[in-house]
């Protein structure tokens, strides 16, 4: 018999449960006031209430009903026609008041024994801890509740207000089949929401911090992005052009389908231009193609583009310009992977690396980022061109500092030539993998065609 799962109205969300919480279970949500606890919960009852089987939510001490309903009336997912027939809301607090543990147990007992329900919400569970008679008393709350919430198969959430390094010792945590920790970790001068899944049994999951936001229309998690499929795929023939006629010939007629290319170079030197070229010399040919920047806003890139000459509305070209600031990368990935696939892109161009590595400041978590978003395009057959900006203009002693060039099937450097009358522009193809390529420096020149590449420089 296949077992079952409890959907949680968010499909990522589903994803990371490896297809939802097992049902029937005992499932706890854990995390501070403040972290989205009473939404999640919220989002689950009403994606899985019906009339015949409806979602019970039952608050007893933490917050007063009317309150949680008056905030839940913000939320786009909740329906107040819905409630009292899909969605009950009862408030067991004044029962706690006066019956204490004893009379909360016989009570929720007769409600689900008298209403078969598709999920039983208990928000909060962990004031419960705080009307027992002492640790003993409350600790065979948990395992009689649990127990009968077993034989009727009755599927439920219980929240509560704790941190991680609390639920070790907490029996509830023992009893639950799964735990789910909403946190607010410190990320510099900002904080990151995360999701973790603790404990999932008979099941798998995935590991590891997932982003979320809290929102009008729920919580919205972001799976935390990874690759550790290392199976073979296979990939087109036909070399795509860079752009630039010259480029091609230097790095072996194009770049590879679904590799990808790294550009390096101080400010000024043209990295931007190479990322649009690439971009409009794709659209050109019928390639469509997704140029992603933080480095610049849509008005600067469109002065520019049209300082070109080229076609700034051409079906093939699209343009995201995000800020770097407050943003999670996972989602950033995850937004711009709907664009992907709305246009039918095989080009992208991420302007610039350092950017979105500000955006994470883990750089062993950054580095694990860029190696799943490239094998994904990879396997896509994306070919994606990534933009990082060095601090050195005339001589470079090292590359990435973000451990991305070995990454890279090709990188092009490049740098400003000093001499006694003038300033000029260098490239060089460093590397470039299953292909020739022609290692020598190359004058060029940014003119208003684009990048227009000179004779090769004599290296002494």
């Not at 408030?91 to 039983?120: F, K």
């Not at 400010?267 to 690439?278: E, I, N, P, R």
């Not at 469509?288 to 933080?294: D, I, K, N």
């Amino acid at each position: 018999m296949p077992e079952r799962r409890l959907a949680s109205g968010q499909a990522r969300l589903d994803a990371i449960l490896d297809g939802g919480l097992i049902n029937p279970s005992v499932a706890l949500i854990a995390g501070l006031p403040g972290s989205g606890k009473t939404v999640l919960a919220q989002q689950y009852a009403f994606a899985n209430g019906t009339e015949r089987l409806p979602a019970i939510y039952l608050s007893t001490v933490a917050e007063p009903l009317s309150k949680i309903l008056y905030f839940g009336e913000a939320l786009s997912f909740f329906d107040p026609g819905r409630v009292g027939r899909e969605v009950l809301f009862e408030d067991l607090s004044g029962e706690l008041d006066d019956n204490g543990l004893t009379g909360m147990l016989h009570r929720i007992t007769a409600r689900v024994e008298r209403q078969p329900c598709s999920l039983l919400v208990i928000d909060s569970f962990r004031a419960l801890r705080y009307r027992g008679v002492g640790e003993r008393d409350f600790e065979g709350f948990v395992h009689q509740l649990a127990g009968h919430l077993a034989a009727t198969g009755t599927m439920a959430l219980w929240l509560g207000e704790y941190r991680r390094d609390e639920l070790e010792g907490c029996p509830e945590f023992a009893v639950a089949d799964a735990a789910v920790l909403l946190a607010t970790e410190d990320s510099g001068q900002r904080d990151n929401r995360a999701l973790r899944v603790l404990k999932l049994r008979g099941s798998g999951f995935r590991s590891g911090a997932h982003a979320y936001r809290i929102e009008s229309a729920g919580v919205r998690v972001f799976p935390r992005l990874s690759d550790i499929d290392a199976g073979s795929y296979e990939l087109g023939e036909s070399r795509a052009t860079s752009g630039i006629t010259a480029l091609d010939e230097l790095i072996g007629d194009g770049y590879w389908p679904g590799s990808a290319t790294l550009v390096i170079g101080p400010s000024g030197s043209g990295k931007t231009v190479m990322g649009l070229q690439f971009i409009y010399g794709g659209a050109n040919q019928g390639e469509p193609g997704v140029f992603a920047s933080m480095q610049e806003n849509r008005v600067q890139l469109e002065r520019m583009i049209n300082g070109f000459g080229w076609d700034i509305d051409s079906r093939g070209a699209v343009l995201r310009c995000d800020s770097p600031n407050d943003i999670y990368i996972d989602q950033w990935y995850y937004d711009l992977l709907e664009t992907i696939r709305a246009t039918g892109a095989h080009r992208l161009v991420i302007d610039s690396l350092g950017d979105l590595a500000a955006a994470c400041p883990d750089e062993k978590r950054f580095r694990e980022f860029v190696y799943a978003l490239l094998n994904h395009c990879s396997r896509a057959g994306i070919s994606v061109l990534l933009t990082y900006e060095s601090a050195e203009l005339y001589g470079h002693t090292r590359l990435s500092e973000r451990g991305v060039s070995h990454l890279s099937d090709n990188v092009i450097l490049l740098q400003y030539l000093r001499n006694e009358t003038h300033v000029g522009r260098a490239l060089t193809v460093l590397k470039t993998r299953a292909s020739r390529h022609v290692p020598q420096p190359h004058e060029f020149d940014i003119t208003h065609d684009g990048i227009d590449i000179k004779a090769p420089l004599k290296i002494i």
